[in-house]
């Protein structure tokens, strides 16, 4: 088949790691179920206030989406502060240290695609907290 159709509303979302003391942030797995061969892709739901960990990707590209809700990103060493408005795109380089953050009341929806799709791994850092 030439094209896979991935439908919100069968979509399963997985708990993921959060930081300690925050609500968890939920990803749904597209890749498996759009069936990429090239890339990596996932829906992820954020809740108010929370964030994922800060951190640098050796070999994939990575292409963030905001679907609903503000991205705040930090992005580069040392950190800036990036707010991303709903349909708006931000690529993100191999190597480029980033953090994905929720610093709103609503909850942030984020497709977000990768490319190669082979992790070559990652190096964690260090959260610099409010910024």
Do not use: C, K
Not at 52 to 79: C, I, K, N, W, Y
């Amino acid at each position: 088949m030439a094209y896979h159709v991935v439908r919100a509303d069968e979509l399963s979302y997985e708990e993921r790691p959060n930081v300690e003391g925050e609500a968890p942030r939920l990803a749904a797995d597209i890749t498996t179920s759009a069936h990429l061969q090239s890339s990596r892709a996932r829906v992820w739901r954020y809740p108010p206030r929370t964030r994922g960990r800060r951190h640098q990707d050796h070999a994939q590209e990575e292409v963030f989406v905001v679907v609903s809700g503000t991205l705040t990103m930090l992005l580069g060493e040392p950190p800036e502060r990036v707010d991303l408005p709903q349909m708006s795109v931000v690529a993100v380089e191999p190597m480029t240290p980033l953090q994905v953050r929720n610093e709103g009341d609503e909850e942030l929806v984020l497709f977000i695609y990768g490319a190669p799709p082979e992790q070559a791994g990652a190096d964690f850092l260090d959260d610099p907290g409010p910024l």
